[in-house]
């Protein structure tokens, strides 16, 4: 018995491997497939997902001493918090640290897992995060599990995960796949290549951007806002906060909308200024004001595609994953540099919880250039496959170590 789980920026799925060998995504009680990851740290107790998620609501007719209160206990995007020696302040002075944020919500999506689906205690966890997580950011992520009641940890990285999860859902895709993924505050990209015996083999390692997502898009409307409100009215949206989480949020509603039509309103009015806002945001704006970022991860597609030219790796299939690759000029840009359109099926904001369920199979190993050590390699082994530093003794990877071991010997 074993539980998936997708720990998002944004939002954070669940899935178990039914015993047709397929992926099933689970619900929480709210009857919600993505979870916010969002916590509400009160004085009484906790609150995660949609019941924190919605206090928010409420924030703007709160009186300001409220929405301090309520404000500075409610904690989003806590994966990007992620860090050693990393804390978070609350309004009464007291201090908690992420790994205990992550691990109310590891515990929330356990025990809905546990109450709905298994109707029994489960202690073994599939859990995935973005390729470029340090081991010290991995060793935070396992040491959360453990702290939700998980006693076995398994990691596995994003973009591997959401190939596999495709692959489950019964997508076409060709013997040589590049992997997307652009969600709420990560990119990660990856290729990977069909073999000989029909297993996905991963010969490069995946790259990434550990801080590019929706919430930076969701921020650059917002800093664009603030300064035209300054500028009209002498002062920003919160005298009193960095952000004003609900303005925040119509934002972000603003962005998505931009994905589907060609202009957005945006309309809020500021209790704590007393000021009223209100403007129409173009799509074209949207995109020039986001462009930097976006360029930013089609250079590292470039990269990945020189790498892979180098090594004679051909791409048939490209896959889009994440929320954030819903904006069309991602698409529209990943087409001019790639030889196959970019596909998305309906499984993308699930994707990588569905492929967090499976074993991973073989691994290839780059072989073409000399390692400069056989810790290089296993290093890169290590990062392709998600994998953190205590489950190297598993039977696959000593396999892997010990094949490059007897090369490097051999040299
Ligand atoms: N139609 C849309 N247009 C633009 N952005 C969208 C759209 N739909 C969702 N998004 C954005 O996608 C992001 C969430 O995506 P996703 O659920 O893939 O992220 P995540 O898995 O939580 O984050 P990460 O994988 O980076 O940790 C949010 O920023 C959301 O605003
Ligand atoms: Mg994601």
């Not at 073989?362 to 056989?374: D, I, L, Q």
Request: aromatic share 6%; with cysteine; net charge negative.
């Amino acid at each position: 018995m074993k539980l998936g789980i997708d720990f998002g920026t944004s939002f954070s799925t669940m899935c178990v491997l039914k015993e047709d060998g397929k992926p099933h995504v689970l619900r929480d009680a709210d009857g919600n497939e993505k979870i916010p990851s969002v916590v509400y740290w009160g004085d009484d107790g906790v609150k995660v997902g949609q019941a924190a998620s919605d206090i928010l609501g409420d924030v703007p007719s709160m009186d300001d001493d409220e929405k301090v209160e309520t404000l500075g206990r409610l904690v989003k995007s806590v994966k990007r918090e992620l860090l050693p020696r990393h804390t978070i302040a609350l309004p009464d002075g007291s201090v908690i640290t992420p790994v205990e944020v992550v691990a109310e919500i590891l515990k929330y999506l356990k025990r809905n897992a546990e109450d709905l689906y298994f109707h029994a205690k489960v202690s073994d966890v599939s859990l995935t995060h973005p390729a470029t997580f340090t081991e010290a950011q991995k060793k935070l992520l396992t040491n959360a599990a453990k702290q939700a009641g998980f006693s076995n940890v398994r990691l596995m990285a994003e973009p591997i995960a959401a190939a596999m999860g495709y692959v489950a859902s019964g997508a076409k895709i060709g013997k040589g796949v590049l992997v997307f993924d652009l969600g709420g505050g990560t990119f990660d990209l990856a290729y990977l290549q069909k073999g000989t015996d029909g297993e996905y083999h991963f010969p490069v390692p995946p790259l990434g951007d550990a801080r590019c997502g929706g919430d930076d898009f969701d921020q650059i409307i917002y800093d664009w806002a603030d300064k035209r409100m300054k500028e009209n009215c002498g002062s920003g949206f919160s005298e009193t906060f960095d952000v004003d989480l609900p303005f925040l949020v119509l934002c972000r509603q603003a962005k998505e909308r931009l994905s589907r039509s060609d202009s957005a309103k945006l309309r809020y009015y500021s209790s704590s200024t007393s000021q009223s806002y209100s403007e129409m945001l173009a799509k074209d704006r949207f995109e020039d004001m986001i462009s930097a970022k976006v360029d930013a991860t089609i250079s590292l597609v470039e990269r990945m595609m020189g790498v892979l030219e180098e090594k004679n790796l051909p791409v048939d299939t490209v896959l889009l994953v994440g929320g954030s690759t819903r904006i069309p000029v991602i698409a529209e840009k990943l087409k001019k540099i790639l030889p196959v359109e970019p596909i998305r099926t309906i499984d993308t904001d699930t994707a990588v919880v569905m492929g967090s369920v499976y074993e991973i199979p073989a691994v290839e190993v780059n072989t073409s250039r000399p390692a400069a050590s056989s810790v290089e390699v296993l290093d890169q082994v290590n990062v392709a496959l998600g994998r953190d530093e205590k489950s190297r003794d598993s039977d696959l990877l000593r396999q892997v170590q010990v094949a490059l071991l007897r090369r490097q010997l051999n040299k």
